[in-house]
């Protein structure tokens, strides 16, 4: 008897269609020049790594607490405490990632209909996982220099509108917020009674001025960090929320009936990974950085991207960037096309999450290309 299935409706609002045009080229490709990856090049520090695995030896390898484990709940507390002057209830919950925090958040507060402002470009996920809550995806444009712009954020809210998300630093820009670029979305958020879910997953990668968080200038922000690029643990699945305590609470339920808790092993880790000093690793990623600009500032007009670890490249003139992507992995390059990313299809984002040899010799063929 054949196998009967119905694939539910909701699956017909994700699509992943641009990236796997890239993946199959690249499928092709033996030894390709990587500059696709969304992920740190380094290991997870060692004394995690010994952690997780003592963890386990002494049979720490049951469910946790669904909202996480309390001495790893103290110690993002403690950061966040350090950091903030919050004078609200704030309650915290221990998750898969912060893709499991954006899940469950969406879930949580997104009735069919309601509308959420993403700043485009934004994190493929998010577009997504609004659809799958029910929700509208509306975005506001940022280009040229991805700066939010409040106008047009204010001009974007409808009465349906709820929730705002920001990014920063951002994937794919590499943009880093001012403070007073902050406060100046915080004043239209609060005017319009939005909530701002703020991603700060690459809040350690900031290289030219100390990180800002609407945090600390919006109270009705639900705050997102995780481990997966400060301490490259992608692999473990390990993140961290706070906000208002009721959002928090639902959200700790929805975690109760689907991930139940986030890795049990990993959450050991992570409180011995939060005492590692990894200012090293981000000097080396400045570096980086710099090294990409000096070399794509010129031929491509790339302004030099604050944090995380991508530049987002404008396509040279008269190409869009599918095509030009197409081009670059015809040459061995992997880089991705802005249209994953975006409504427009005028950038590519490069992650230089790699060797200083292999970007190097991706920046290379990359000029080349342009010239
Ligand atoms: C902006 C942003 N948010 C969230 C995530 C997901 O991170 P996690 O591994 O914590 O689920 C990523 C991963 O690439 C990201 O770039």
């Known amino acids: 008897m054949p196998v009967r299935y119905h694939i539910a409706e909701r699956m017909k609002l994700l699509d992943a269609s641009g990236i796997r045009k890239v993946f199959d080229l690249a499928a092709k490709l033996s030894d390709p020049i990587n500059l696709s990856i969304g992920q740190p090049h380094f290991d997870v520090p060692a004394p995690a790594k010994a952690e997780a695995i003592a963890a386990i030896e002494r049979g720490f390898n049951k469910y946790t607490q669904t909202q996480g484990h309390p001495e790893l709940r103290e110690a993002v507390a403690a950061e966040a405490a350090e950091e903030f002057d919050w004078h609200d209830d704030r309650h915290y919950l221990i998750t898969s990632g912060v893709s499991g925090a954006l899940l469950l958040a969406f879930m949580t507060l997104i009735n069919?209909?309601?509308?959420?402002?993403?700043?485009?470009?934004?994190?493929?996920?998010?577009?997504?996982?609004?659809?799958?809550?029910?929700?509208?995806?509306?975005?506001?444009?940022?280009?040229?220099?991805?700066?939010?712009?409040?106008?047009?954020?204010?001009?974007?809210?409808?009465?349906?509108?709820?929730?705002?998300?920001?990014?920063?630093?951002?994937?794919?820009?590499?943009?880093?917020?001012?403070?007073?670029?902050?406060?100046?979305?915080?004043?239209?958020?609060?005017?319009?009674?939005?909530?701002?879910?703020?991603?700060?997953?690459?809040?350690?990668?900031?290289?030219?001025?100390?990180?800002?968080?609407?945090?600390?200038?919006?109270?009705?922000?639900?705050?997102?960090?995780?481990?997966?690029?400060?301490?490259?643990?992608?692999?473990?699945?390990?993140?961290?929320?706070?906000?208002?305590?009721?959002?928090?609470?639902?959200?700790?339920?929805?975690?109760?009936?689907?991930?139940?808790?986030?890795?049990?092993?990993?959450?050991?880790?992570?409180?011995?990974?939060?005492?590692?000093?990894?200012?090293?690793?981000?000097?080396?990623?400045?570096?980086?950085?710099?090294?990409?600009?000096?070399?794509?500032?010129?031929?491509?007009?790339?302004?030099?991207?604050?944090?995380?670890?991508?530049?987002?490249?404008?396509?040279?003139?008269?190409?869009?960037?599918?095509?030009?992507?197409?081009r670059a992995i015809e040459n061995n390059v992997l880089i991705i096309p802005g249209s994953v990313f975006s409504e427009r299809d005028t950038h590519f984002r490069l992650s230089y999450a790699t060797s200083d040899e292999k970007l190097a010799e991706g920046l290379d063929v990359l000029i080349r290309l342009a010239g």
């Open 112 to 326: 069919p209909g309601d509308e959420v402002i993403l700043l485009d470009p934004y994190f493929v996920m998010y577009k997504h996982l609004v659809h799958l809550a029910g929700g509208k995806a509306v975005m506001v444009d940022t280009y040229p220099d991805f700066t939010p712009d409040p106008d047009k954020i204010a001009a974007a809210v409808t009465d349906r509108t709820t929730m705002l998300v920001v990014n920063s630093p951002g994937n794919p820009t590499g943009r880093v917020y001012t403070a007073d670029e902050l406060k100046a979305v915080a004043k239209v958020a609060d005017r319009a009674g939005l909530l701002v879910i703020s991603d700060e997953i690459y809040n350690s990668f900031c290289y030219d001025e100390p990180f800002a968080s609407p945090a600390s200038v919006c109270e009705n922000t639900l705050l997102m960090r995780g481990f997966s690029k400060t301490y490259a643990m992608t692999g473990w699945r390990l993140g961290w929320c706070t906000g208002p305590a009721e959002v928090i609470e639902k959200m700790t339920m929805l975690q109760q009936y689907s991930f139940v808790c986030a890795p049990s092993m990993a959450q050991a880790a992570g409180v011995a990974a939060m005492g590692c000093d990894m200012s090293q690793r981000v000097a080396e990623y400045r570096r980086k950085r710099d090294m990409v600009h000096k070399a794509l500032a010129k031929p491509f007009g790339l302004k030099k991207p604050g944090g995380a670890f991508y530049a987002f490249v404008p396509a040279p003139a008269g190409q869009t960037a599918s095509e030009f992507v197409t």
